[in-house]
């Protein structure tokens, strides 16, 4: 496996259901981060991990739920979620430089969920 | 607060000619921006970058400039190729932080 991947690539869940999303990378970057892509919407920065410590929470609903266990690894787990939070999830990452310049963001293929 | 926006949804440009994609920003910090291309069922890919202390960037077909009194930027590509087309993301960020925004994206249709 190479760059960023996600499983799975599509998810339909009830309302009242425990799911969690999975992100992967293979580049040995210590940033990872989680995006939310609605319709005709921006994509929204939802949480970001440097060096496995959250640094942003971008003012989620506590029913998504982030999880960095290490550096390559990054889950979102998802409970009692709304109709509207049906969307795009992307994942990506980077290596970030304390004080270096900007380093351009690795995306996945993202995880199309639909909320029933 | 949409920070960065594309106000062109579509954008439909005859093969071998030239593609212009807009980006308009409001948040006077940022200074780094980047545009990146999606094809449907894929992540977005990094196409191109520029700092604020340049105004034009250039790799290969892909020229971006950036107008910093106006705070707009915007994409060339010249010339277009039918392969050129998907949804284009113009993205900012503000020293070295990790909080990228992004505008909705504009889809690029390069006909042949």
């Known amino acids: 496996e190479t760059g960023v991947t996600q499983t799975p690539r599509h998810l339909v869940m009830g309302m009242t259901n425990k799911k969690s999303l999975k992100c992967e990378q293979h580049?040995?970057?210590?940033?990872m981060y989680w995006y939310k892509q609605s319709a005709k919407k921006p994509l929204e920065l939802m949480f970001v991990y440097n060096f496995k410590e959250q640094t942003e929470n971008n003012s989620v609903p506590s029913r998504f739920s982030p999880e960095c266990p290490n550096s390559s690894h990054l889950f979102l787990h998802l409970h009692t979620l709304q109709p509207e939070d049906s969307a795009l999830y992307l994942c990506a990452s980077s290596q970030y430089v304390m004080g270096g310049t900007y380093n351009e963001q690795f995306f996945g293929p993202g995880t199309r969920l639909t909320v029933l | 607060d949409q920070q960065v926006k594309q106000n062109s949804p579509s954008l439909s440009v005859q093969e071998g000619r030239i593609s212009i994609l807009n980006c308009d920003y409001t948040?006077?910090?940022?200074?780094?921006f980047l545009w990146y291309k999606k094809y449907p069922a894929e992540g977005p890919t990094f196409l191109i970058s520029i700092s604020s202390i340049k105004d034009k960037n250039e790799d290969g077909r892909f020229t971006v400039f950036l107008n910093k009194s106006a705070k707009h930027l915007s994409l060339h590509i010249v010339p277009s190729q039918p392969g050129d087309s998907a949804v284009y993301f113009c993205?900012?960020?503000?020293?070295?932080?990790?909080?990228?925004?992004f505008g909705a994206g504009t889809r690029l249709t390069v006909k042949p």
């Open positions: 948040n006077s910090m940022f200074d780094y």
């Open positions: 580049l040995g970057h210590n940033a």
């Open positions: 993205a900012a960020s503000a020293g070295n932080n990790n909080d990228m925004r």
